[in-house]
């Protein structure tokens, strides 16, 4: 039996990622794009594109990598609430273009300056505290119902935003043995997925209302930062994937609270 060259293992194993990446992507766009603004920023706020990339990172590094990493991702989580923020608020009255670049923007000024400190776990926590907390109140105003029929997203927006986030995965967890675990954690949240969400929504829905769900997007981000955590605690003591699964209930445990808060009050 022939064996395959390094070449074509490289190229295989890319394929690979690409197509699992998409995969989940696609799953997770029927179900967002049919959602109204708090349902849907629950969803979006869901680790997609973040779960295939630590699914592949978990392949390819050890668990002592992935709990490191996850101390990334709970800092660039609080990037991450300010990249909504600064959507839901330009989105107001700017276009889209406009509106998500300058989100973007912030994002990677956040996370530049988050590599200048030598973050824990607990410090990254109370930065998400810090900043989830200001966003939330801050965003109050910009909470609305607005999107009330749904947006059924077409073959080719599935196909674009798949393949879109699962280059985002390649080149993060390809980079991952160059640039160490905690820039690896870091980039494994970027809201490329969230991003092409309001790409779909913003010329469709109009700004106000796409502005809206990012609005929404803060408050499940919380659940995400604690999933992270229990990756962080869990990846050397009881394995990679239970700490996965753990991480993921505690997301989505977190998402059901709100939801279960807002039928209540409701």
């Given amino acids: 039996m022939s064996t395959l060259a ?32 708090f349902v849907g920023a629950l969803i979006a706020a869901l680790p997609t594109a973040a779960g295939a990339a630590y699914i592949i990172l ?15 991702s709970i800092a660039a989580n609080a990037a991450t609430a300010s990249f ?3 959507y839901a608020l330009l989105a107001q ?10 989100a973007f923007a912030i994002w990677f000024l956040v996370a530049g300056l988050l590599r200048l400190v030598p973050w824990t776990a607990s ?32 073959r080719a927006d599935i196909a674009w935003r798949a393949l879109t986030v699962a280059l985002c995965v390649v080149i993060v967890t390809t980079a991952s043995h160059s640039i160490g675990s905690f820039a690896s954690g870091m980039f494994a949240v970027f ?10 929504l913003h010329p469709r829905i109009g700004g106000p209302a796409a502005g809206s769900v990012a609005a929404h997007v803060q408050a499940p981000l919380i659940g995400l930062a604690l999933g992270f955590l229990a990756v962080h605690l869990l990846a ?6 239970w700490s996965f699964a753990a ?9 059901a609270l709100l939801w279960g808060a807002r039928r209540w009050r409701a």
């Fill in 247 to 255: 991480g993921l209930a505690v997301g989505i445990s977190w998402n």
């Fill in 236 to 241: 050397e003591n009881v394995g990679v994937w």
């Fill in 191 to 200: 809201p490329v997925a969230m991003g092409s969400f309001f790409i779909i």
């Fill in 58 to 72: 978990a392949v390819e590094h050890p668990p002592a990598f992935i709990a490191q990493g996850a101390v990334g």
């Fill in 6 to 37: 390094p070449e074509q293992l490289f190229v295989v194993g890319l394929l690979l990622k690409m197509a699992m990446t998409a995969a989940i992507i696609v799953g997770a766009s029927v179900i967002v794009e049919r959602s109204g603004p």
């Fill in 123 to 154: 410090s990254a926590l109370l930065l998400n505290a810090a900043v989830i907390g200001a966003t939330v109140i801050a965003g109050r105003r910009l909470r609305t119902e607005g999107m009330r029929s749904a947006v059924k997203p077409t």
């Fill in 93 to 102: 009255r700017r276009g889209l273009a406009v509106s998500l670049g300058g």
């Fill in 84 to 86: 909504a923020y600064a």
